[in-house]
């Protein structure tokens, strides 16, 4: 089996926390590689207006991770049904990609709020689950399944909310991002014509 990671998100835009967690991820967990598994819609964020078009958050995803062989930013996600539940996804991958065994990526917060996911006591029973830790959201390693890993990350402050900001009112944005994509970033973010709903 190939051991697979699966990070996702709306990665919007993808940046070097992603980067640099996935990273760690890939090598505390033993993984082969991990996908980036770029979200249409967070069925927790359906309010949300400023959410980019997925072809133009995948684009600078693939761009971002071109240079790790072991990483792959794909867009399987956003060929199922919205909204985008994990297990439907987790599912539907069970079946296309029967040689790999998909490892979950998630925050401290969504693991304070698993118990609200959709199929989560199947996910759990089906799944390896790696937490990273976020501020304000105390998880106590001892108090985990036996198939849950809460990893020893440093905290990544470094949001896509802040970066989206920064663009909007001219300020650069050369730390937070793999420098393979600023000017892509830069350019699709100011421009604001390719927001959600187109694919």
Known sequence: ????????????PIHNGHIALAQ???????LDEVWFVVSPQN???RNANDLMAD??????ARAATAN????????????????????RTLQALAHDEPQ????????????VSFPKWNHHEDILASHDIAIFPRRGYE???N????????????FYDISSTDIRHRIAEGLPIDHLVPPAVKDMVIKTYANGSTMKGER
């Not at 760690?24 to 033993?30: K, P, T």
């Not at 790999?100 to 693991?111: E, H, K, P, T």
């Not at 108090?143 to 440093?154: E, F, G, I, M, R």
């Open 68 to 87: 790790e062989p072991r990483f792959c930013a794909t867009d399987y996600e956003l060929h199922l049904p919205t909204p985008s539940y994990t297990w």
């Open 55 to 60: 072809k133009a958050r995948l684009e600078i």
């Open 143 to 154: 108090d985990l399944p036996a198939n849950v890993t809460l990893l020893n990350t440093p």
């Open 1 to 12: 089996m190939i051991r697979t990671g699966f990070y996702g998100g709306s990665f919007n």
């Open 24 to 30: 760690q991820f890939l090598d505390d967990m033993g």
């Open 43 to 45: 069925p927790f964020k």
């Open 139 to 141: 998880v106590n390693p």
């Open 100 to 111: 790999r065994s998909f490892v979950l990526l998630i925050g401290a917060d969504n693991w």
